[in-house]
């Protein structure tokens, strides 16, 4: 399977490529764990790309694109195939990766946008609290700590982190679909798009993706 999942923060994207990787053994690649292997191996790209995030600065797209090139050509990715998240970003990273895989004669197995109204993703991810010691991540509706307030691990304070307030999160949803709106359409064009309403339960979503790529 090689797959491109596309979706905003909260919408159950983690969830569904932990679910297809372990059920399928296939690769979940992501720009940041990409990024973050290469910086550990001290590789040239790792360095390069370490010195934009270390000023807080985007890494280039020829960077991202270099590195994720060299990670799919890697054997075991080729063989067993890979979930994208969080790339192509642009449509020029999209163009690049258009070329790289049709240079190793891998097409895409097909493009699933996981979508949700904003309301319920707003109210999703506003309820999660992290506590301030351990990182322990805990949820108001979902996932609530035994004594409120407080760490069930460490009995730190946990709180709300700034980047899950209600309007930092309608920001992230207004600039991801800014964003992710022209790779859309790039694959709508090419009829490899399907949209998966990301509503349903894990497990249907996940029959849906899979149903999505036959
Ligand atoms: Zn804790």
């Not at 979940?28 to 973050?36: C, K, M, T, V």
Request: charged share 30%; glycine share 8%; hydrophobic share 35%.
């Amino acid at each position: 399977m090689r797959l491109i999942l596309i979706g905003p923060p909260g919408v159950g994207k983690g969830t569904q490529s932990a679910l297809l990787s372990s059920r399928l053994g296939v690769f979940p690649l992501s720009s940041g764990e990409i990024f973050r292997k290469e910086i550990e191996a001290q590789t040239d790209l790792g360095r390069l790309a370490n010195s934009y995030i270390k000023h807080g600065e985007l890494v280039p797209n020829g960077v991202t694109i270099e590195m994720m090139a060299k990670r799919l050509r890697e054997p075991e990715v080729r063989k067993k195939g890979f979930i994208l998240d969080g790339f192509p970003r642009t449509t020029r990273q999209a163009d690049a990766l258009d070329e790289i895989l049709e240079e190793m004669d891998l097409p895409l197995s097909g493009v699933v946008s996981l979508e949700a109204p904003e309301e319920l993703i707003v109210r999703r991810l506003s309820g999660r609290m992290g506590c301030t010691q351990c990182g322990a991540i805990y949820h108001s509706i979902n996932k609530p700590p035994r004594r409120e307030g407080f760490c069930d691990v460490c009995n730190s304070p946990i709180v709300v982190r700034s980047d899950d307030q209600p309007e930092t999160i309608r920001e992230r949803l207004r600039i991801f679909k800014e964003t992710t709106a022209p790779v859309v359409e790039h694959y709508q064009a090419k009829s490899m798009l399907t949209r998966v309403d990301s509503t349903q339960d894990p497990e249907e979503v996940y029959a849906a993706i899979l149903n999505a790529l036959k």
